[in-house]
């Protein structure tokens, strides 16, 4: 990963997350989520080169694989530190519409839902403000709904995290 960002690698992948292709928007995703996790840097990076933006717009009109991948990238560069632009963004709403989606059922929304969770649930780590925008967007109920509803015990535990990390709101 130091090797993609030595060579200015990052912004040619956030490029690729507005690809046409979803195989190439896939593959960027979870790299950028991978680089983003391991360094704050490289999270940085992720947001000056566009990619929150890209990912937030891909929960709003992507696939429900797109979905998923913006939202595994959107909780890497979260825990890198890069929250408020995520907020600043909608993207804590779009993730609670991804929670409230009932488009299909299916195992693939099923993963979708659970990393909207999961990205919430970094998110709302140790941040009141966002704690209260994940409530005032109908967050709780919604991941109330996954915990109580999801077939997949991933997802409920994902879906409980955000329940838990809050002692403010």
């Known amino acids: 990963m130091a090797s993609i960002a030595k060579a200015n690698g990052i912004k040619p992948l956030v490029a690729q997350l507005d690809s046409s292709d979803e ?8 790299v950028l989520a991978d680089m983003a996790r391991k360094q704050e ?3 940085k990076q992720v947001a000056q080169a566009g990619g929150i933006a890209l990912c ?5 009109k992507g696939s429900l694989e797109a979905q998923e991948l913006a939202a595994h990238a959107l909780t890497g560069i979260a825990a890198g530190g890069c929250k408020e ?6 993207g804590i709403e779009l993730l609670v519409r991804v929670l409230k989606s009932n488009r299909s059922e299916s195992s693939q929304l099923e993963r979708v839902k659970a990393h909207a969770a999961n ?4 998110l709302a780590r140790d941040d009141a403000p ?5 409530v005032q967007c109908g967050g709780i109920d919604a ?3 996954v915990v109580t509803t999801s077939k997949l015990d991933s997802s ?9 990390t809050s002692d403010d709101v």
């Open 23 to 30: 195989k190439t928007t896939a593959y960027a995703a979870r």
């Open 41 to 43: 840097e490289y999270a």
């Open 56 to 60: 937030v717009k891909l929960l709003a």
């Open 85 to 90: 632009k995520i907020r600043e963004l909608g």
């Open 119 to 122: 990205a919430l649930a970094e």
């Open 130 to 134: 966002i704690q209260r925008e994940v």
């Open 143 to 145: 991941l109330v709904a």
């Open 156 to 164: 409920k535990a994902r879906a409980a995290d955000p329940l838990m």
